[in-house]
């Protein structure tokens, strides 16, 4: 596995979970486009920082907590998928989240030039042209 993308995706996950949009934003591409399930309230697309960092802002403000660990990770020549377990505690309802979800990052020039979510791991596998 290429370290420099594993560290990439280590460092990701960990500003995550620091809430530290900053150092989050620097994974991406100044171009980015990231795209969520349609079942999200907002799915996007979101393009560059600036989109981004406005959809962070928002759906951190409705956690009192949520965190990111790295479950899996499948590597080919420009993408990465992630399976995460998320875990986190509603701002103002309290209520207890927990759940697994996949990633694709796409990366471009060292950095994220795309992040698409799915709600499992074959979505997102299919989504990245590698088999089951």
Same mark, same amino acid.
Not at 2 to 22: F, G, H, P, T, Y
Not at 118 to 128: H, I, K, M, N, Y
């Given at each position: 596995?290429? #370290?420099?993308?594993?560290?990439? $995706?280590?460092? &990701?996950?960990?500003? !995550?979970?620091?809430?530290?949009? /900053? =150092?989050?934003?620097?994974?991406? =591409? ?20 600036? #989109? &981004?960092?406005? !959809?962070? /802002?928002?759906?951190?403000?409705? !956690? ?12 080919? /020549?420009?993408?990465?998928? $992630?399976?995460?377990? &998320?875990?986190?505690?509603?701002? %103002? ?7 697994? =979800?996949?990633? $694709? ?9 795309? !992040?698409?979510?799915?709600? =499992?791991?074959? #979505?997102?596998?299919?989504?990245? %042209? &590698?088999?089951?």
């Amino acid at each position: 596995m290429s #370290q420099e993308k594993v560290k990439i $995706v280590a460092n &990701l996950v960990d500003a !995550w979970n620091e809430r530290n949009v /900053d =150092d989050f934003l620097r994974s991406f =591409d100044a171009d980015c486009e990231v795209v969520f399930p349609p079942e999200v309230p907002e799915p996007g697309p979101f393009r560059g920082h600036a #989109q &981004l960092r406005r !959809w962070i /802002d928002g759906f951190l403000a409705a !956690w009192e907590s949520h965190r990111a660990e790295v479950v899996e990770l499948i590597e080919t /020549d420009d993408t990465v998928v $992630v399976m995460l377990r &998320l875990t986190g505690l509603g701002a %103002g309802s309290g209520i207890a989240m927990e759940g697994t =979800d996949a990633h $694709v990052f796409v990366f471009r020039g060292g950095r994220i030039a795309s !992040w698409h979510n799915f709600g =499992d791991r074959s #979505q997102a596998l299919e989504a990245a %042209g &590698l088999p089951e």
